[in-house]
């Protein structure tokens, strides 16, 4: 073929590439075609290609082109173009359509044999300008989810206690930690009839915004069953859970310990809505408050069961969240139950805070780079005097 010839085949295959004309493209390439213009270290054969070429145009609309210059030489053809066309369809290259016009400059070298199209090589500025998009996204994407967990820690933060309640011969702490991204940890102190003093401890699924709200919403209707009438721990949980059940976001739940406190004689009644459970130090032992009940959030009329027990002088109680038990050291160890259970058997006598002796081997164990994964949560609660 000609010199004439090979360039007018040239503007032929790229009016057949603009238009996704496939049936002429099949015809023009060559069996064994090869593409050299995708990602470095990628080649195309012609039924990739042919397949990339109508991913490509599909994505945008209103696409035009016009070959500014070409020349010729043996059986090669340089061809230098410029398009334009709106990205409004369909994701290219990871980025979704934003309704923007794009304008390509690009180089292209066909080598032609027997009348076909052989290999082809090539370089543009749409490549270049599409990626640019995508990083745009994934700022703009960072900088909504960076809003989101502002907010959501800024809920989770005003539905936390602002102080620790005073107990004539007891010992109350509480310690929070979030993590770099917010979960749905809670914990409450109540102030109840008679004296009495409501504990909750909880965790709900997920992260972010709807964490939060979920967290909040919980928190809300368990304080306000709690403090508004004389229900059990059971009761409170059972109704908050018909309440959650209805409103809930689908694959989330609550889980959530709740027990109420008679100071003047240390008598503990809770209940437990599928949260990790208690442990209560006795006797130089550490034993686990156990009651049954689903999380909060998955099924209506659900019973939860009620346990008691008396806290006596030196007794104390830890209320957690799994934020601690599921932190990992460098090998990739679990922290576990059965060291907190140990731990807390071994320090939950001593005068000094339970919570502090935790901590310290927390980081001991997980060590200087630890990268925490999840919130914790620690709620102590210890009988320090003989109680009449």
């Known amino acids: 073929m000609s010199v004439e010839q090979n360039m007018a085949l040239a503007r032929r295959f790229f009016e057949a590439r603009v238009k996704t004309d496939l049936d002429t493209l099949d015809k023009m390439l ?54 334009r066309g709106t990205h409004a369809r369909s994701e290219l290259l990871g980025t ?10 690009a180089i292209f070298i066909h080598r032609l044999s027997g009348g076909k199209i052989s290999e082809e ?18 700022i703009r994407e960072r900088e909504r989810v960076e809003q989101e967990l502002r907010v959501a820690r800024s809920i989770q933060q005003a539905s936390l206690p602002e102080e620790v ?23 409450d102190f109540l102030e109840l009839k008679d004296g009495h003093l409501g ?21 809300s209707m368990l304080r306000a069953l709690a403090q508004a009438s004389d229900y059990s721990p059971g009761d409170v949980l059972s109704r908050v859970n018909d309440s959650l059940t209805i409103d809930i976001p689908p694959n989330m739940f609550v889980t959530c310990f709740y027990a109420i406190l008679d100071p003047k004689s240390g008598h503990l009644r809770y209940a437990n809505a599928g949260h990790d459970l208690p442990y209560l130090h006795r006797n130089s032992a550490a034993e686990e408050l156990r009651a049954r009940g689903m999380p909060l959030g998955l099924m209506p009329e ?74 914790i949560t620690l709620l102590t609660l210890r009988c320090s005097a003989s109680l009449s």
Do not use: C, N
């Open 30 to 83: 060559a069996p064994d075609f090869v593409s050299h213009t995708a990602a470095p270290g990628q080649q195309l054969d012609r039924e990739s290609y042919m397949r990339h070429a109508a991913e490509s145009v599909s994505a945008f609309s209103d696409v035009r082109f016009v070959i500014e210059d070409q020349v010729a030489a043996g059986d090669k053809v340089v061809s230098r173009i410029s398009g």
């Open 121 to 138: 090589w090539g370089a543009g500025t749409g490549r270049s300008e599409l990626l640019g998009q995508r990083l745009e996204q994934e």
């Open 199 to 219: 504990l909750v401890v909880g965790d709900a699924t997920g992260k972010g915004v709807p964490a939060a709200l979920v967290m909040a919403s919980a928190r």
């Open 96 to 105: 979704t359509p934003t309704g923007r016009e794009i304008a390509s400059i």
């Open 165 to 187: 309640p005073t107990l004539e011969g007891w010992q109350i702490a509480s310690y929070y930690q979030p993590a770099r991204e917010v979960g749905g940890d809670f914990y």
């Open 302 to 375: 659900t019973f939860y069961e009620e346990k008691e027990t008396i806290l006596k002088a030196g007794d104390s109680a830890l209320l957690y969240s799994d934020g601690l038990v599921e932190a990992h050291d460098p090998q990739g160890e679990m922290f576990g139950f059965p060291r907190l259970r140990g731990l807390v058997a071994e320090h939950g006598d001593e005068e000094g805070s339970l919570e502090e002796a935790l901590l310290e081997e927390l980081y001991s164990f997980v060590g200087e780079r630890w990268e925490q994964e999840d919130d």
